[in-house]
């Protein structure tokens, strides 16, 4: 219930162990037909780092607001693959194995961003991605350096910052999405 996106992170370094761990949250969720299609690239190498966050797009809505500036970036990625040879539907492995990394992570106060929009031409030739694994998405990960709120919902989901620097992002009510036993209009 307190997860929230975040995109501008303090610069402490997460241990490589825990980046492995998150990775293992990942292999524990569920798996359609139990394929386990996923598989995983840490990066936490400085150097890489910056050349990954050049491949990746940020908060569209709030854009250039939303981009992490220098010094506020991801310490770690965890690049999410889904090998084609084993399901051509592997996303909703990916989906599943991603949520159990988020939720891993925040456990331990570390935040989460979950990007899909990549330049995967160029990343797959960065990380040396073998043909036949897509690139799904990319988590980008840090220790938190702002902070996110819900709103309620008003007719938009485009989420904004304030003069604080708060990210504010709408939320349905409950009420809106929610049916019990059958459908039916309120």
């Not at 988020?102 to 160029?122: F, M, V, Y």
Request: charged share 25%; proline share 6%.
């Amino acid at each position: 219930m307190k997860r929230r996106t975040i995109r501008q992170f303090q610069q402490k370094k997460i241990p490589f162990a825990f980046l492995k761990k998150l990775v293992n949250s990942a292999r524990l969720a569920p798996s359609g037909a139990n394929l386990q299609p996923c598989a995983y690239i840490v990066v936490d190498d400085s150097p890489l780092l910056d050349k990954v966050f050049t491949t990746l797009k940020w908060a569209g809505y709030i854009a250039p607001a939303g981009n992490p500036p220098e010094g506020k970036r991801p310490v770690a990625y965890i690049v999410v693959l889904v090998n084609q040879e084993i399901s051509k539907y592997g996303e909703k492995d990916a989906a599943a194995a991603i949520e159990n990394m988020i939720l891993t992570a925040w456990e331990k106060g570390i935040a989460s961003c979950w990007i899909g929009s990549i330049d995967r031409k160029k990343l797959r030739l960065l990380l040396k991605i073998p043909p036949g694994y897509k690139i799904d998405f990319v988590l980008a990960l840090g220790y938190p350096d702002e902070r996110s709120v819900t709103e309620k919902f008003k007719g938009s989901i485009k989420y904004w910052k304030d003069k604080q620097g708060v990210l504010h992002v709408p939320k349905k009510r409950i009420e809106s999405i929610l049916r019990h036993n059958i459908w039916s209009e309120k």
